[in-house]
């Protein structure tokens, strides 16, 4: 059958393929880690244990923005990012970020037929693919008019999965990129509906975590590349504090998983 090849080679065209060597960054990828992800960075891991304790914690976190990388430049020879770049209020400042610490990776994202057939209510745009330049266009009002019935379709049919997965490329927009993700941005645009930032809760889930023994810590080299989201300053981590060694501010580390977020920095002590 024609449609199983052409879900095979789809399959072959929308997966990452990272070198076998160097440091490799999965950026949001917190319920499906990329097998070669050496980090995963994710912002809202406390609600990731709320929509079902599905967080898999295979791999090393750090929590942080990913409009604010912190770490170092060119730390990783590759990075993930998958369905995360369409999350973005501002697209260019993520692909400079994903830039500056990698000289290439795999971004995927769900392309305009996708968000216009399936949506996501925390999705602010519609994104073409115009050669290897992925184009943001704000969604404004337009909303997938069916509601749920192709998210339920998705999850009931195994038959509806198929004929989805042999075509795909008209889903979702997928780049191997190299050097910088080309983006063009269409005006500004922000979701219906966000995932709150609760600091709080995510330290106590971390300490939960920690006492489960459920944390992965962070390979020394990637402990070295981290800096400070407030000034790019080097981070000293020092049991639970990651401290700026430019400016004195200081985030929380909890079981070894630093918190490099705005929300939690503690200012510098005089
Ligand atoms: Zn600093």
Known sequence: MR??????????????????????????????????????????????????????????????????????????????????????????????????????????????????????????????RDGDVLVFEPRGDQRAPTGELFHESYQSSALFRLWWAATRSTWHHSIEWEGEIQVRVAGDSAADATATLDVERTVTELRIAAERGALQPLPPALQAALCSPCCGGGLALDGEHATCGRCGTSYPVIGGVPILLEEARQPAVA
Request: aromatic share 10%; charged share 20%; glycine share 8%.
């Open 3 to 128: 449609e199983l090849a052409d879900v095979r080679a789809a399959g072959h065209d929308h997966a990452p393929a990272p070198p076998a060597t160097g440091l490799v960054l999965d950026v949001g990828g917190g319920h499906d880690p990329h097998p070669r992800a050496d980090v995963v960075v994710d912002k809202y891991l406390a609600d990731d244990f709320e929509r079902g304790g599905s967080l898999n914690l295979s791999k090393p976190v750090v929590i942080a923005d990913a409009q604010a990388l912190p770490f170092a430049d060119g730390t990783f020879s590759y990075v993930v990012a998958s369905h995360v770049l369409e999350h973005a209020t501002d697209p260019r400042r993520f692909a400079a970020e994903f830039a500056r610490v990698a000289p290439r990776g795999f971004v995927q994202v769900p392309s305009r037929e996708s968000e216009l057939t399936f949506g996501w209510p925390f999705h602010p745009w519609l994104i073409d």
